[in-house]
Nanobody, 117 residues
Framework: VQLVESGGGLVQPGGSLRLSCAAS????????MKWHRQAPGKERELVAV????????SYADSVKGRFTISRDNAKNTVSLQMNSLKPEDTAVYYC???????????WGQGTQVTVST
């Protein structure tokens, strides 16, 4: 199983980024997909979740209304559209695939997002 994140980088406050995670080696449609993030000196936190079909979504309060998670089961990808970025969104963002019954999960290597002037 491999999860590969992309799309991170440096952006100014108020800007946007779109993260993508490409999954391989698993039956993608059987996995809930999640984005977590970890800022320096802080614990990893759950940012957004998209379930298996019907693809319900949920978000951390800190990103609600600014971030949108989506999935493409035909392409085995999950994306995180991040708008109105704030300095406090600076973190390493990790993609996670969790089997629908919860008995296993896989993680990507992470992609750095830095929001700064």
């Amino acid at each position: 199983v491999q999860l590969v994140e992309s799309g991170g980088g440096l952006v100014q406050p108020g800007g946007s980024l779109r993260l993508s995670c490409a999954a391989s080696g698993l039956t993608f449609s059987h996995y809930h997909m999640k984005w977590h993030r970890q800022a320096p000196g802080k614990e990893r936190e759950l940012v957004a979740v998209i379930t298996i079909l019907p693809a319900h979504t949920s978000y951390a309060d800190s990103v609600k209304g600014r971030f949108t998670i989506s999935r493409d089961n035909a392409k085995n990808t999950v994306s995180l559209q991040m708008n109105s970025l704030k300095p406090e969104d600076t973190a390493v963002y990790y993609c996670c695939a969790e089997y629908y019954n919860g008995d296993r999960a896989y993680w990507g290597q992470g992609t750095q997002v830095t929001v700064s002037t």
